[in-house]
């Protein structure tokens, strides 16, 4: 079955820059999008279609991608952001997949 | 404001079929689909599938066996059913909207969930 790859956990001082990839064989060919969960709460999407924000979401969140990687950046990181991201696409034959998530800690 | 809110048992037993609705308050049902994803302890997202209102689906097909998805645009409501469960269906179950079409300047299909319930834990167990 189709697998999503990101790394478990990112750390990151306040004000620095994190960065979250997720892999994927189909994504030179699909769209990726990303959610944001902190603990005890839904997940929020923070990114679609690669690159664009929703209305509500800081400019400091960004996605890009590049072959079979699609990134999730997050410019002057704050303690707000501390949470679980998970990168969401589709496989050839539109079943969509979850990345594996990434923890990310803001020192 | 949309809104969603998951109902249903908290409490199902193995081999017994696990029935969840969604209710869609501040918007209409129409014109979009609608997910369900899940979420067992401690671990990741799983998308489950979505509806469309005119009632065509898609699910996943680990799932699909098992999974019947269906709604009533009268209610504004849209609902799982998951049959046969074990305790590997434990999990905080999520309902959320979809929107899905078509980017041109791309070439791509596009789903993306952007309202999503608070979510429901299922537990399933004797």
């Known amino acids: 079955s189709y697998e999503l790859t990101q790394p478990p956990s990112v750390s990151v001082s306040p004000g620095q820059t994190a960065r979250i990839t997720c892999s994927g064989d189909a994504l030179p060919k699909q769209y990726a999008y990303w959610y944001q969960q902190k603990p005890g709460q839904a997940p929020v999407l923070v990114i679609y279609?690669?690159?664009e924000r929703p209305s509500g979401i800081p400019e400091r969140f960004s996605g890009s991608s590049s072959g079979t990687t699609v990134t999730l950046t997050i410019s002057g990181v704050q303690a707000e952001d501390e949470a679980d991201y998970y990168c969401h696409s589709p496989d050839s034959s539109a079943t969509y997949v979850f990345g594996t998530g990434t923890k990310v800690t803001v020192l | 404001q949309v809104q969603l809110q998951e109902s249903g048992p908290g409490l199902v037993k193995p081999s017994e079929t696990l029935s969840l609705i969604c209710t869609v308050s501040g918007g209409s049902i129409s014109s979009y689909y609608w997910s369900w994803i899940r979420q067992p302890p401690g671990k990741g997202l799983e998308w489950i599938g979505y509806?469309?209102?005119?009632?065509?689906?898609n699910y996943n097909p680990s799932l699909k066996s098992r999974v019947t998805m269906s709604v009533d645009t009268s209610k504004n409501q849209f609902s799982l059913k998951l049959t046969s469960v074990t305790a590997a269906d434990t999990a905080v179950y999520y309902c959320?909207?979809?929107?899905?079409?078509?980017?041109?300047?791309?070439?791509?299909?596009?789903?993306?969930?952007?309202?999503w319930g608070k979510g429901t834990t299922v537990t399933v167990s004797s």
């Open positions: 279609k690669d690159s």
């Open positions: 509806i469309y209102y005119t009632g065509s689906t």
């Open positions: 959320a909207r979809g929107h899905n079409g078509y980017d041109p300047r791309r070439g791509y299909y596009y789903y993306y969930m952007d309202v």
